[in-house]
């Protein structure tokens, strides 16, 4: 069983940068894939970035390029660095990890077994 915390989230300005967190415990958290979602309200669920154990990184369309995720398998963290933040980023952020997953459902939030409780960002002048 892994669980998940995110933090980080807030209210800042268009242009402006962010970090989220994501606090795992449970084991074995470097052999998982880590990603992050996204809501807004009406809207689905969207993929933002995942990372695997490998290292290797994706990311969704619309964030590529002005977002990076890592992790610290030492810290159990995964982060979201979020740069050129835009109106339309406002969202809530969700965490979420498995252990199983393949990699053409690594932008599937239907694929992640764990999730956290989300931590919103609203992007606003």
């Known amino acids: 069983q892994v669980q998940l915390v995110e933090s980080g989230g807030g209210l800042v300005q268009p242009g402006d940068s962010l970090r989220l967190s994501c606090a795992a415990s449970?084991?074995?958290?470097?052999?998982?894939?880590l990603a992050w979602f996204r809501q807004a309200p009406g809207l689905d669920r969207e993929f933002v970035a995942a990372?695997?154990?490998?290292?290797?990184?994706y990311y969704g369309d619309n964030v590529k390029g002005r977002c990076t995720i890592s992790r610290d398998n030492a810290k159990n963290t995964v982060y979201l660095q979020m740069d050129s933040l835009k109106p339309e980023d406002t969202a809530v952020y969700y965490c979420?990890?498995?252990?199983?997953?393949?990699?053409?459902?690594?932008?599937?939030?239907?694929?992640?077994?764990?999730w956290g409780q989300g931590t919103t960002v609203t992007v606003a002048s």
């Open positions: 979420a990890a498995d252990r199983q997953i393949i990699l053409s459902s690594i932008r599937d939030p239907k694929a992640y077994d764990y």
């Open positions: 449970g084991p074995s958290f470097r052999s998982y894939t």
């Open positions: 990372i695997r154990y490998s290292g290797h990184t």
